[in-house]
């Protein structure tokens, strides 16, 4: 064979290379308009009958020299790299995500509307202890314009000799209190038979971060119009925070906020790491509402301020903090909740930093 003709086959090589690259991409546009079917009607993308049909007809077609089974062998390789394609589509069709619902989604919670570019503080204590206790609280966020209320009623502790919280009389307290003070209250709820009851106590239903992946009582709350609160678990990735808020508006409840509450890692210095960056990407990947969880994070009292300025900072909706009458005494985290004093030195920091500046306004008296 003469040079010539060989640079003449080499040439036509090339050609069907760009052949075989054009039909492979048109094939791929095929597969992402099936995607996009499939998607919008929740089939399932693998379907191995459809896929054993597809390499019986190569087996049909194949007029060699290449072997059945090695045309089989490639053909899976294309098959397996356009399921993959469909898996960005499945992506985007998550309800929580922004290329969903491109806009906000604004959470009202007793008119305070979360999401809404102002940026806000929800506070109060670690485990609610009795009526004068958080009633103390309440009127100390109050006098300074916060109008969203926590306290753990059911505490998921590490340890079962320690405090689990008062139960329903706690939830009574907190109804009382958010009455009383005309306040937003938010509690944990830990059970799914429990959420029926909690609705008529709270405006705000917390799933803690060890209940991230409690599925049954994701579906639970996710069959509620109740505002949730969901917390990123302590070894959670970003994604499978976010599959967990899918579980949630998967049942139709799209009154979701996200709380970024500091997760495990080596580091000692701190009771977890508080992950930053998260709240970013929390926004950009979804349309909820993203809240830091300042106190859970750090786990410590010197820290809250700094961690606040750096999670309002970076676009937080809102950041959770705890605060006690008395820390000293509380039965659940005392190294950590601030008390009224310190609060009011960390609220007014933050105004003064302009940062909640227009969440929230002081009122000095009640
Ligand atoms: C809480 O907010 O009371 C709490 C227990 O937090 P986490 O679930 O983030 O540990
Ligand atoms: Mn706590």
Do not use: W
């Not at 678990?233 to 925070?241: D, K, T, V, Y």
């Not at 969880?293 to 705890?322: N, Q």
């Amino acid at each position: 064979m003469s040079n010539e003709e060989l640079e003449q086959l080499r040439a036509s090589l090339d050609e069907k290379n760009k052949d075989l690259l054009k039909l492979i991409n048109e094939r791929a546009e095929i597969v992402q308009k099936i995607g996009n079917v499939k998607s919008k009607s929740g089939t399932k993308r693998y379907d191995p009958v459809r896929e054993r049909r597809m390499l019986d007809l190569i087996a049909d077609e194949n007029e060699g020299p290449f072997e059945t089974s090695t045309l089989q062998h490639l053909f899976k390789q294309i098959f397996k790299a356009s399921l993959e394609l469909m898996g960005d589509d499945e992506q985007k069709a998550l309800l929580v995500s922004r290329k969903k619902h491109p806009d906000n989604t604004v959470v009202d919670v007793k008119g305070e509307k979360i999401g809404d570019g102002l940026q806000r503080l929800i506070a109060g204590p670690c485990s609610v202890e009795s009526e004068e206790q958080v009633f103390a609280v309440a009127e100390a966020l109050k006098k300074r314009g916060v109008n969203l209320l926590r306290g753990g009623a059911y505490k998921p502790r590490s340890s079962p000799y320690d405090f689990q919280g008062l139960g329903v009389e706690g939830l009574e307290i907190l109804k009382k209190a958010g009455d009383r003070y005309d306040m937003a209250v938010i509690s944990e709820i830990v059970t799914p038979t429990d959420v029926e009851k909690a609705v008529d106590y709270l405006d705000v239903i917390q799933i803690g971060a060890r209940n991230m992946q409690n599925f049954e009582l994701l579906k639970e709350v996710g069959s509620t119009k109740k505002p949730i609160l969901l917390k990123r678990g302590l070894s959670a990735s970003i994604s499978e925070f976010i599959h967990a808020a899918e579980y949630v508006m998967s049942r139709g409840n799209t009154n979701l906020m996200l709380c970024e509450r500091g997760i495990r890692t080596y580091e000692t210095a701190t009771r977890n790491t508080l992950d930053i960056s998260a709240v970013p990407i929390l926004k950009q990947e979804t349309h909820l509402p993203v809240l830091a969880d300042v106190t859970h994070s750090t786990g410590r009292r010197d820290l809250l301020l700094p961690a606040a300025k750096a999670a309002l900072a970076i676009g937080a909706d809102a950041v959770m903090a705890e605060v006690h009458p008395d820390p000293a005494v509380a039965l659940s985290d005392s190294a950590q909740q601030m008390d009224i004093e310190q609060f009011n030195t960390f609220i007014s920091t933050l105004r003064d930093a302009q940062l909640l500046k227009d969440g929230v306004e002081d009122k000095t008296t009640l």
